[in-house]
């Protein structure tokens, strides 16, 4: 396991942003993203009736429809022990198969780092 203060300021960023969702609206899952100019887009597990998406999944939508062509980055804090396939083809849709993936558990503290590929 890495400390998620081994990471570079704006990967922590996102790590805390993804942390935050996913206290803030108690959800299993929060996430963050990084796009080509930098700006972040923050979002937690969307449940309803008619719609499931992933944390991560809802954090690329967002991303996307905001105007992102690409990712530098992406951050997932969960109780999982590693990014579901749909999470990193998300990722990956939009940012390629190069773009970092980070997993850290609920106390913050990174517990993979993978790519999208």
């Not at 998406?53 to 022990?81: C, F, N, P, R």
Request: net charge negative; hydrophobic share 45%.
């Amino acid at each position: 396991m890495t400390e998620s203060t081994d990471l570079g300021p704006e990967d922590r960023k996102i790590v805390t942003l993804a942390r935050s969702a996913r206290a803030r609206n108690g959800v299993p899952e929060g996430a963050a993203v990084r796009d080509e100019t930098g700006r972040t887009y923050v979002a937690g597990t969307v449940q309803l009736e008619s719609l499931r998406l992933s944390a991560l999944q809802t954090a690329v939508a967002m991303a996307v429809a905001s105007g992102a062509t690409s990712l530098e980055a992406a951050a997932i804090v969960s109780e999982a022990e590693a990014p579901s396939d749909a999470d990193r083809a998300a990722v990956r849709d939009l940012g390629g198969p190069a773009t970092p993936v980070l997993l850290a558990g609920p106390d913050g503290v990174l517990r993979l780092n993978v790519t999208a590929g």
